[in-house]
C-alpha cells in the first residue's frame, strides 16, 4: 500500500465518520427540538384547559349563566380531557432541557396515569350532558367535580419543580 492510498483510505474512514458523527448530531438536536415543541403545545392546551375551566365557574357564579357559553365551554373541556392522554408521548419527560413539570410517575405508573385522565374525562361528559339540559345545580356539581379530578392528577403527576 502507497503512502497515497494510505491516506486516501484514512481520508474515507475520518469522512465517514464526521458523516456519522453529524448524522447522530443532527437526530440529538431534531429531537430536542421536537420534545420541545411537544411540551410547548401540552402546556398551551393546559394554559387553554385553566381558562375554559375559569369560564365556565364565572358562568355559575352567575344567578343567569349564558347557556350558550356554558355549552361551547364544556364542549372545549371535553375535547381537551379526550386528547389529554395523547400529550405524553414516552420521552417528553424531564432530562432533555426543556422546562417541564410532567413527572416521570406519568410513565412509570400508566395504569395510574389513564385512570386520572378517565376521572377528567367522566366529569367532563357530565358537564357538557349538564350544560345541555341547563341544569344549574349539576353543572356546579360536576365542576367541583371537574376541578378536583384537575388537583388530584397534579397531586400525583406534576411535579413542583420544571427540572427535577
Ligand atoms: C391526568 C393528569 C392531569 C389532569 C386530569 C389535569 N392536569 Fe393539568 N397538568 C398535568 C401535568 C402533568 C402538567 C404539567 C405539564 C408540563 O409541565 O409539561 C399540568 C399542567 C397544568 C397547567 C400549567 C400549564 C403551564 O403553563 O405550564 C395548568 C394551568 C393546568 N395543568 C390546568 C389543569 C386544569 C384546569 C385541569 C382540569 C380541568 C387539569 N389541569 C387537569 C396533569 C393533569
Redesign the pocket.
Known amino acids: 500500500m502507497g503512502f497515497n492510498s494510505f491516506r486516501t483510505c484514512h481520508l474515507r474512514a475520518l469522512l465517514a465518520w464526521i458523516s456519522v458523527a453529524l448524522l447522530i448530531g443532527f437526530a440529538g438536536g431534531a429531537n430536542a427540538a421536537g420534545i420541545a415543541q411537544i ?1 410547548h403545545a ?2 398551551a392546551h ?2 387553554t ?2 381558562r375554559t ?1 375559569k369560564l365556565l365557574r364565572d358562568q355559575i357564579d352567575r344567578s343567569h349563566p349564558h347557556w350558550r357559553m356554558v355549552q361551547v365551554d364544556a364542549r372545549q ?1 371535553a375535547v381537551l380531557s379526550n386528547s ?1 392522554s395523547t400529550w405524553f408521548p414516552a420521552g417528553s419527560g424531564k432530562g432533555h432541557g426543556v422546562g ?4 416521570r410517575e ?1 410513565w412509570v405508573k400508566p395504569a395510574a ?1 389513564a385512570q ?2 378517565q376521572r ?1 374525562r367522566i366529569s367532563a361528559q357530565n358537564l357538557t350532558r349538564d350544560a345541555a339540559d341547563h341544569n344549574l345545580h349539576a353543572l356546579a356539581l360536576d365542576t367541583r367535580r ?1 376541578g378536583q ?2 388537583a388530584s ?2 397531586r400525583s ?2 411535579s413542583r419543580s420544571n427540572f427535577w
Open positions: 411540551v401540552r402546556k393546559f394554559k384547559l385553566g375551566y373541556i389529554l417541564t413539570r410532567a413527572s406519568i396515569f386520572a385522565t377528567m371537574l379530578s384537575c392528577c397534579h403527576f406534576r
